[in-house]
């Protein structure tokens, strides 16, 4: 007798937590997969890229130091050190499939090196930045094959696409390891990719 208590309290308990799965369903946006995923970055309505305010908040997938492939190297000055951040939405798609999703946004920020600070007496430490540099997976953008790139000045007013040809383009395609990026520099994402059969091999 107790146990068919219990099962008919057990009961009305599945029917409410049910009614209350069907009332959040309702407030949940559709799956359809071809939905137009949430973008983390916003273009002007004269199609400039504004600047990624809060990339800060976003996955860091490695540093670099000194790196010298592109125009932010610094032949005279302190090697420059340079992050890259990754929108978090694209970054758990990654590591699921090895492939970056539709609105995935880069950012690859450099800054200034130090050796003489506080009680530093040895190596060097980050300062102030220097560039940003963004690229985006985006297939509105079909005339550069679902990618762009973009270059924020100092006063990071919105940037227009660097136009197609740009050496981004061709270095990044004819060097990323996974699509058009750099995963060959991000530790963490190697295996990933190594997994998920999407690693180019290097030259
Ligand atoms: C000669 C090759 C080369 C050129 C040209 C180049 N890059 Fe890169 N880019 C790299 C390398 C190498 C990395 C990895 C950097 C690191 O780990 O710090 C990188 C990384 C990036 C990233 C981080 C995401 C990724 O793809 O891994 C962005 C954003 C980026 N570059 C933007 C640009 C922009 C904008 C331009 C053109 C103005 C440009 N790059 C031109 C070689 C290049």
Redesign the pocket.
């Known amino acids: 007798m107790r146990r068919l208590q219990d099962l008919s309290r057990g009961t009305h308990a599945g029917v409410v937590t049910a009614l209350a799965a069907a009332m959040l369903s309702l407030g949940a946006a559709p799956r359809d997969p071809e939905r137009t995923p949430p973008s983390d970055y916003r273009f002007t309505a004269d199609h400039r890229l504004e600047f990624p305010v809060d990339y800060r908040e976003w996955i860091f997938l ?1 540093a ?1 130091r000194g ?1 010298t ?3 932010s190297a610094n032949p005279n000055g302190s090697p420059l050190f ?1 992050n ?1 951040f990754v929108n978090p939405r694209a970054y758990r798609e990654f590591l699921k499939n090895g492939r970056w999703p539709d609105r995935t946004v ?3 920020e450099t800054r200034k090196a130090a050796t003489e600070g506080s009680i530093n007496k040895g190596g060097q430490f980050q300062k102030e930045v220097v560039g940003i ?3 985006i997976k985006d297939r509105r953008l079909q005339e550069t094959e679902g990618w762009g ?3 924020f000045d100092g006063d990071r007013k919105p940037a227009r696409q ?1 136009a197609k040809g ?3 383009y061709t ?2 395609a004819a ?2 390891a996974v699509e ?3 995963v060959q ?1 991000y530790p963490t994402l190697i295996p990933v990719a190594m997994k998920h059969a999407t690693f180019k091999p290097q030259p």
């Open positions: 490695s670099g790196m492939y592109g125009a340079d890259v880069f950012v690859l540099e963004v690229e790139f973009f270059e660097v740009a050496s981004c270095c990044h060097h990323g058009q990026t750099f520099f």
